[in-house]
């Protein structure tokens, strides 16, 4: 079965730190790669997505992608305490379906 | 610009109740509409997709439905809820394939909390 995986965490960030956020996927014929902020009791929105190889860079917010490894990450530089949420990886899988598959979400806390 | 309006935003329902949720898409035509389910603590689960009006794909096999009436409004339904199927239930949208710039990024509703009791 094709899988996306992430730490639950939760990830503890001191406010101005950078926090890192991982994610693994098995597909290796994957296509694009996509990172989604939910705060809690809300919906999941869209922050940054990635389909090539290297650093992807929006604001605060890097997204870095190593489909040799099989990986994708997101980096919060300056981290504040409104990062405060859970992350979650969505892939798509090769096949051409353009159906994300997401991971379970890692939850981060910027503590003041 | 696209919005997406999802509804109820919570509901209470007993046991074997019916179940409605409705969602509506503006500012896009033909886009794929999904279901998602969040249960407490856990990651999305895709319920159901849609290409077009009429067209249903169901990747969990369980007592919900869905059905797409108009190109922009997916609705959920069941017939009678089970404990099991209490959750956060997310609409989304996407306009998809690569001669549209797009690949497939997804954009929620609000959601709908359901309770079953």
């Known amino acids: 079965q094709k899988e996306v995986e992430q730490n639950s965490g939760p990830l503890s960030v001191p406010e101005g730190a950078i926090a890192s956020l991982n994610c693994t996927y098995s597909?290796?014929?994957?296509?694009?790669f996509f990172w989604y902020r939910q705060y809690s009791g809300k919906s999941p929105e869209l922050i940054m997505f990635i389909y090539s190889n290297g650093d992807k860079e929006d604001g605060r917010f890097t997204a870095q992608l190593n489909k040799a490894s099989q990986y994708v990450s997101l980096l919060i530089r300056d981290s504040q305490p409104s990062d405060s949420a859970t992350y979650l990886c969505a892939v798509n899988l090769s096949g051409g379906s353009y159906i994300p598959t997401f991971g379970r979400g890692t939850s981060l806390i910027v503590h003041p | 610009s696209q919005t997406i309006h999802q509804w109820p935003a919570t509901l209470v329902q007993p046991v074997g109740s019916p179940l409605s949720l409705e969602c509506t898409v503006e500012?896009?035509?033909?886009?794929?509409l999904y279901w998602y389910r969040q249960a407490a603590g856990r990651g999305l689960q895709l319920l159901f997709y849609?290409?077009?009006?009429?067209?249903i794909s169901s990747e969990v096999p369980q007592n919900l439905s869905a059905s797409r009436p108009q190109d922009r409004q997916f609705i959920l339904s069941s017939k009678k809820l089970l404990l099991s199927d209490s959750g956060f239930y997310l609409c989304?949208?996407?306009?998809?394939?690569?001669?549209?710039?797009?690949?497939?990024?997804?954009?929620f509703g609000e959601g709908s909390r359901l309770t079953v009791l």
């Open positions: 849609s290409v077009g009006i009429g067209q």
């Open positions: 597909d290796r014929g994957s296509q694009s």
């Open positions: 500012g896009t035509s033909n886009p794929n």
């Open positions: 989304a949208w996407s306009v998809i394939g690569p001669g549209q710039g797009r690949t497939g990024e997804l954009f």
